[in-house]
């Protein structure tokens, strides 16, 4: 569901259901020509619909934030990651089609989904989408984070061996 489709008088209503805030960050530097910026809009919307669509009843999709380069970035968008957590949904999940975002640290988000790697491997349609329902079922189950990438970062660094 759109911000834009809630009015203020049915919020109270749906606040309960409506527990996960969806934050899309389009990865845009300025350096895009028009219709490269038109390209990665429509990327963007392909991979929302992936946890839109299934999930319509209980995520609200937020504005997206467009630009993005470096650690101020990720820390601006770390800041409306909190500040939404602040104005009452549980979890918020950003995402993006750009990797440069799909490897950044930010704070406070339960999931941080992107199909395409640092190194420019792209997930397929079915294996993004089969990804996306595993990662969002499980952050939902347990009440926190749980991402396949802090998985296996966790596994790679040792961390949980005994």
């Excluded at 389009?26 to 919307?45: D, F, H, N, S, V």
Aim: net charge negative; aromatic share 8%; hydrophobic share 35%.
């Amino acid at each position: 569901m759109k911000f834009s489709d809630i009015e203020k008088s049915s919020w109270a209503g749906l606040k309960p259901y409506l527990d996960t805030c969806l934050l899309p960050v389009t990865g845009l530097t300025g350096l895009e020509q028009p219709w490269e910026a038109t390209q990665e809009l429509e990327y963007l919307r392909d991979v929302m619909d992936c946890v839109e669509v299934p999930y319509k009843g209980r995520v609200v999709t937020y504005p997206a934030f467009h630009y993005f380069g470096g650690p101020a970035a990720a820390e601006a968008v770390s800041e409306v990651v909190a500040k939404l957590k602040g104005a009452g949904f549980r979890y918020v999940i950003v995402i993006s089609g750009h990797p440069s975002v799909g490897v950044a640290a930010i704070r406070h988000a339960d999931l941080l989904l992107c199909p395409e790697s640092q190194d420019g491997q792209v997930q397929s349609s079915p294996e993004f989408r089969d990804r996306v329902n595993r990662e969002v079922q499980a952050m939902w189950q347990s009440g926190t984070k749980n991402t396949e990438s802090e998985q296996e970062a966790s596994e790679e660094s040792g961390a949980g061996n005994v």
